[in-house]
């Protein structure tokens, strides 16, 4: 079959830390390129990975916090800086194209006077956004994608992200805490790259604050009962919040999910076959 890769951009969370990167993955499907989330770093990853910086025109954000897109504006202006044309397209929930006009109107000093020095010109740094709903947005050259509402309440809408080539499919849940349509949108897939809250109450987590938090993710049980559930065939860790100890979110998961498991790092690379 064509190409069908994952690269793990940066497996890290709002906690600044030397070797995990903001949550970022790169999906690579045939000759297409899709980034999907944008933590701090994404560029920087980017180019670790040996991918052309150039070559990134597609963005999927799982939400709005800005831990899934401090790293947006570097993706998206740097890139132009060094000849990057033609759309630069992105996709999330309601909020999106918002956002992304405010960006256009924050950087706009740089987009205007870039093309005086540079040989560059402003329409290429042009973003075309959209607030997508829940189900098949994109479906062009053989590759499917699917966003689902998950639960991150009260951070609402939250989406995952299904993506299917050649037979084959990976889902990202975003930040999610226990919900069906996870299940229900992860069914016998070949991997699913999730996020998990390692924090133990009364143990590592104490305050409000840590608790209010930890909800927001899955716990490693809970997280297990959805492998489980879904009977997917691979699941990685890619988004470890809130004190995660990384033995002690493997045996909690075994509790409840015997089937593979792997934790993620930076970039980490996945062939999907
Ligand atoms: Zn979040």
Not at 213 to 223: C, F, G, N, S, T
Not at 224 to 248: C, E, P, T, W
Request: net charge negative.
């Amino acid at each position: 079959m064509n190409k069908f890769n994952i690269t793990l951009l940066g497996t890290g969370t709002p906690r600044l830390q030397a070797d995990r990167y903001g949550p970022s993955s790169l999906v690579e499907a045939g000759d297409e390129k899709f980034i999907i989330d944008c933590g701090r770093g994404t560029l920087q990853r980017v180019f670790e990975s040996g991918t052309p910086i150039t070559s990134i025109g597609k963005v999927l954000l799982t939400h709005l916090h800005s831990d899934h897109t401090v790293g947006f504006p570097d993706l998206w202006l740097t890139p132009w800086a060094f000849e990057r044309k033609g759309d630069f397209q992105v996709w999330g929930p309601a909020g999106t194209e918002d956002m992304m006009a405010k960006l256009e109107a924050a950087f706009a000093f740089d987009i205007e006077t870039r093309p005086l020095h540079d040989g560059i010109e402003a329409k290429d740094a042009a973003i075309c956004a959209e607030d997508i709903r829940p189900g098949v947005f994109y479906d062009r050259k053989g590759i499917k994608i699917t966003a689902f509402e998950v639960d991150h309440s009260p951070v609402n809408p939250a989406y995952g992200y299904r993506v299917d080539y050649e037979g084959k499919s990976v889902v990202f849940s975003g930040d999610t805490n226990y919900c069906e349509s996870l299940i229900e949108h992860s069914r016998d897939v070949d991997i699913l790259f999730c996020n998990v809250s390692g924090g133990r109450e009364n143990i590592t987590i104490h305050s409000e604050r840590d608790k209010s938090i930890m909800k927001l993710h899955l716990m490693p049980e809970d997280a297990g009962r959805i492998f489980d559930k879904a009977n997917i065939k691979l699941a990685v860790y890619i988004h470890m919040v809130q004190h995660s100890d990384i033995i002690d979110i493997i045996d909690r998961t075994r509790q409840t999910y015997q089937g593979p498991l792997k934790i993620g790092n930076d970039l980490m690379v996945f062939e999907v076959e």
